[in-house]
């Protein structure tokens, strides 16, 4: 005999507990829109679940076991919120998997079967029962006669090309790569992702001081001489693949080290002698040995961008591609920081810089147009700069900030659609859509076994994705229910263009004061009421 409990994605359902949520089982979204739900179970003796779905609405539907992943280190103790589920390293659900098999259940343990409705059907009513063991229970989804517009954030979750060749033990940008690779862009870009982090050279991030992460580098480098020459033969076969899969804007790795600026990237290449007519391939020519000030690697950059540009021109991308300084630099950064964004701005005409910064002096005297803040730093930047960007990470954790922490309740992932919307937001970024390393990159981890990174951060940080069988990518529950987020987002950017905005703030802060990055009603029931009162104003309008 089976026990169930119906649920919206917004539930995490644990092994050892019966969910406290009101039961769920209607559930509404605008044409085009993925909708996601639960079916929580329980069962009195150990037995193999068989899951069947029917009804009009299953040929829409695709099914997926929640599974369980070890936390070592779930938060940061004191210095996190109370807004956590848990905070004791344990099991956390996360992990959907494909439910074309029957799970094993065992008896007085809970368990979750994931259903994604996802369809190009019109508008109208779609039943849908799902049945385990023969036993029954029905949902009901709603598509309203409305289309979900068209996603104008640029949304970047930065994919480390480093994770896909480590875990599948193949060479990086050789042909079982590639193919693997594709499978993994596909996915990122099927979530919202439409911003893609392109690794130009290895990617100086998150990496440990005199230290490396496995080379991942696109463009190909030759010097003779004084002069260097560069192979731009993987970075055009890069865009053609991002281009077929929809991309539609690009941001060319870091051209300097984290937290500082003060080095180069590893930079690999070929040195030619021209009187001996010999070569050594794949010296590595730059690197944290770099002085990011000296001379030849300013004047690489030089050559290096005279180059890039009209190849980017070529490609037809270069007016869809953004330039970085250094990741995270901090105030007493500024003045390295001026120098190195002056001199790019210089040798990259036209091509827009963003940087993940959260000082708004560094905007306040010119070193960048675009910065993108954390989401608990938003103050002085609202208002003041054009284009309003955010993002979150290991330290967003202490306020009530949205972030995706396993231990923390879905409505702190999806409330950031609702902040991105009230603010607008141009952009959001967030660094681990698959860094499947320790903290510094120091060894390659099992995502499926170490979720903190190595004990470096709160488990959900560093990926949303798990690599499956045969190259095929297997989604977090996070992912899922930050694409919902993304999906308030449209829909409200809907609504405004029928009522206006004002009108569209009204109804999301019907009843409270405010929604703020920090200050929101701490709930799933209150986050599904809000799209509730959405959906049924653009039926109205």
Known sequence: MLEFVPLSSLEKVFSDERPAAKPTQRFSGLVGEVISFQLAFRSDCDTDIVPQITGPGAVCCTAFWVEEIPSGNPCYGDDSDEHFLRRTPGLYPDLLRPATAPMQAKAGLWHSLWVEFNCDCGAGDYDVTVSLNGQTQDFSITKIPAELPAQTLLYTNWFHCDAPANYYGVEA??????????????????????????????????????????????????????????????????????????????????????????????????????????????????????????????????????????????????????????????????????????????????????????DYAFYEHGHIERPIPANDHMEPFIGNVPELWTYYCCSQCRSGESNRFFAMPSWRNRVIGLQLWKFRCVGFLHWGFNFW?????????????????????????????????????????????????????????????????????????????????????????????????????????
Not at 311 to 318: A, D, I, R, S
Request: overall charge negative; aromatic content about 12%.
């Open 173 to 358: 940008f050789g042909e079982e790569y590639w193919a693997i690779l594709e499978k993994h862009l596909q996915c990122a870009y099927d979530h919202g992702v439409n911003f893609i982090l392109t690794p130009l050279f290895t990617p100086p991030l998150d990496t440990q001081i005199n230290g490396e992460r496995l080379t991942t580098q696109l463009v190909g480098v030759t010097k003779t001489g004084d002069s260097y020459s560069f192979d731009f033969t993987l970075l055009e076969r890069w865009f053609k693949l991002c281009e077929g899969i929809g991309f539609v804007a690009y941001e060319l790795s870091h051209l300097y080290t984290q937290w500082g600026a003060a080095h180069a990237p590893k930079i690999l290449y070929d040195a030619y002698d021209s009187e001996s007519r010999s070569g050594e391939p794949h010296r590595r020519c730059f690197g944290w040995e770099t002085d990011a000030d000296g001379p030849e690697y300013m004047d690489f950059l030089a050559q290096f961008a005279a180059a890039l540009l009209p190849f980017l021109e070529q490609q037809g991308v270069k007016e869809r591609c953004y330039i970085h300084v250094s990741d995270e630099p901090s105030l007493p950064h500024l003045e390295t920081y001026a120098r190195h964004s002056a001199f790019l701005k210089k040798i990259f005409p036209g091509l827009p810089m963003i940087d993940a910064l959260s």
């Open 437 to 541: 390393n320790s903290q510094f990159s120091i060894a390659p981890i099992d995502p499926f076994k170490v979720s903190d990174a190595g004990g470096g951060f709160a488990s959900g940080d560093s990926y949303v994705i798990y690599p499956g069988e045969n190259g095929e990518p297997l989604c977090s529950l996070r992912l899922k229910v930050f694409r919902e987020a993304l999906q308030d987002l449209q829909a409200l950017q809907l609504l405004e263009q029928r009522i206006g905005y004002d009108a569209t703030l009204a109804i999301v802060e019907q009843g409270i004061d405010a929604v703020t990055f920090t200050e929101y009603p701490r709930s799933a029931e209150w986050l599904l009421e809000v799209r509730e009162r959405v959906n049924k104003a653009l039926c109205q309008s």
